[in-house]
């Protein structure tokens, strides 16, 4: 317990108070203070003592508004409402995230609200009800590979898969993967790590919450423009490219839309550098995107965009579609 005597200790607890019961709604007059002070932790300073506090804080930069009789209230936090929200949502909505590691971080980013605002994050409650991947080394992964990739340094590690019993284990017998890594990518909720094995001259893409036992080595990595056809290589262009983060070429595509609510379809997806174009009433696409993702793209979007060309592209959907169909074929 703090005496009343230790003044620097009760200008801390002030603070505090401050920023769990106050906002602009919820304002605390001087003495309302002392009584909270009294019920968490058993001090009880005068309210001159109070606004001495308050006045201090103020001076060291906190913004508290005072409003006549009625009391004051902490006015600025490190982040607003619709921050924090978007925040514990980027979090909620990761799968990537361990259960336990989710929710610590959750916590985290709303320990500066208040107990008002801390009511409308229920998702705290409900992250371990979400299907996520149990690497618990996700965040370690991520600092370790910046590392890597800040030190020019290949690293090395193990890739883990599902068997038939849902056990998560190292996939060829356990065998280490050296990579030169690059750039890290957050698509669609997963982390990725773009990067190229020594023995061939594209890059690859691998979740990083399926590396264990990562490691950086003390080669140094095989400089990204080194590769073929890499001279004027653009990250955001790989990234809208790649929309399912697949390995393989890149294809220059031209897709007809059949309505115009496709374009946020497209827009969405590849981004705005995407060419909309219209011809006779009709509305067109041009871009570039990996081959793969973009047969999973337009099976997913089939009722409302159809691909022309490349005619190889158009022909690979026309097999898929034809297995998907047989498939259900009475």
Not at 116 to 124: L, N, P, Q, T
Not at 142 to 151: M, R
Request: aromatic fraction near 12%.
């Amino acid at each position: 317990m703090a005496s009343d005597s230790d003044k620097k200790i009760v200008l801390l607890y002030v603070l505090d108070v401050l920023k769990d019961y106050t906002d602009d709604k919820h304002l605390m007059t001087y003495t309302e203070i002392v009584s909270k002070l009294d019920i968490l932790y058993g001090i009880r300073p005068n309210v001159k003592s109070i606004a001495r506090n308050i006045d201090t804080l103020i001076e060291y930069g906190y913004k508290i508004e005072k409003v006549r009789k009625n009391g004051c209230y902490l006015a600025e936090r490190d982040f607003d409402d619709s921050e924090v929200m978007f925040l514990v949502d980027a979090v909620y909505s990761s799968k990537s995230i361990a259960p336990n590691d989710a929710k610590e971080l959750i916590q985290k980013l709303t320990k500066g609200c208040n107990k008002f605002d801390k009511r409308k994050y229920k998702h705290i409650y409900k992250v371990e009800e979400i299907s996520r991947k149990r690497s618990t080394q996700i965040f370690k992964n991520i600092e370790i590979l910046d590392d890597a990739i800040e030190q020019r340094k290949k690293v090395s590690f193990q890739y883990n898969e599902y068997d038939a019993t849902k056990n998560f284990l190292p996939r060829m017998q356990g065998r280490k993967f050296v990579m030169n890594p690059y750039f890290l990518v957050n698509n669609n909720g997963k982390y990725y790590l773009v990067c190229n094995y020594d023995k061939y001259d594209n890059l690859a893409n691998y979740k990083i919450e399926c590396m264990s036992n990562l490691e950086i080595l003390q080669d140094d990595v095989k400089p990204l423009k080194s590769l073929p056809n890499m001279e004027n290589f653009n990250q955001d262009d790989y990234i809208n490219e790649h929309i399912y983060m697949m390995t393989g070429a890149s294809v220059k595509a031209v897709i007809k839309l059949d309505n115009a609510k496709a374009i946020n379809d497209i827009i969405d997806w590849f981004g705005d550098k995407v060419e909309i174009r219209e011809k006779n009433g009709e509305l067109f696409a041009e871009l570039k995107v990996n081959e793969q993702a973009l047969i999973y793209w337009a099976i997913q979007y089939g009722k409302n965009v159809e691909v022309l060309s490349p005619e190889y592209t158009r022909d690979k959907i026309r097999e898929t579609l034809k297995e998907i169909s047989g498939k259900y074929e009475v």
